[in-house]
């Protein structure tokens, strides 16, 4: 009755019953105490200006403020964002509350130690966007990423049509390993498909509008055979307000997530393409890992939206 860890099963039970029989308990009192409560969940997401985690925030208020009886308690904080020992400390904290935590991982051994310490307690975890590496004991609710930037890579050669030049890498953070994979998908097909085409190095805007903004900026002015650019992160906007201002239409733009700011440059003309994986269906799939595990699917299929088939 006190639901003590370690009893068996059948003694619990056999308990309850004979506290019905005894008068000591009503029949819907030992009904609650067969129904297990619904669990308590928390979403960890990084702070910042990424329009997308702020639409995943926005979605999980909304989620929140319509729960009905019996779905899971839900709750949701903005961690500093590309702060490996933040959110370290942020997984611990909530391990008092939570029963399960879905967060948006930084690749970090201060991260993967505090995960494996809280899933060592008996708690749930499940990265989403981001995930910790094949050697962590977490599951991941996300995209192949890998698969992601190579289908980016054979949009950007198949949308240049044997144009010649450089393409440009912007992500929030290397600590990020969706963005990593990402950037290794794109490699990889342009070497395999598109050789004229060459790749630059990986800049960091730690997916902020102002610095993928500047970033935007010094590549064209630095790079005369600038011809393409693909925003592995978030926060596209600054990147198109740069197109905007320096008139170039003419660069092939390729992006993640659709927010307000990415539907606009998609009908401008400035974006080409956004990759989408859907906020509610990522909410959905890791409340759906936490709460029942052995029937959710860790790799939702993803959106790429143009200008012509925007919902």
Partial sequence: MNQRKGVKERTRMRVLELARETGFLSQADVERFVTPPPPNIVFLLPSGGNPYLRLLGDRLRRRVSAKNAGEPALRCFFIEGFNAKALAAALRQNAGWADGIAFFAIEHPLVRDAAIEISELGKRLVTIVSD??????????????????????????????????????????????????????????????????????????????????????NLLEQKPDLVGIYNVGGASGGICRALRECNRADIVTIGHGLTTDTRKALLDGTLDAVFDLAADEVIARAIAALVAPETATSLPKFDIFFRENLP
């Fill in 132 to 217: 910790l590496g094949s050697h962590s004991p977490v599951d991941y609710i996300g995209l192949d990423n890998h698969t992601v930037g190579r289908t980016a890579g054979f949009l950007m050669g198949r949308f240049l049509n044997r144009r010649a030049g450089s393409v440009a890498l912007v992500a929030g953070s290397r600590q990020y390993r969706a963005h990593c994979e990402r950037e290794a998908g794109i490699m990889s097909i342009m070497d395999e498909m598109f050789p004229d085409l060459h790749v630059m190095a990986m800049r960091e805007g730690h997916d902020d509008p102002g610095e993928n903004y500047r970033h935007a900026l």
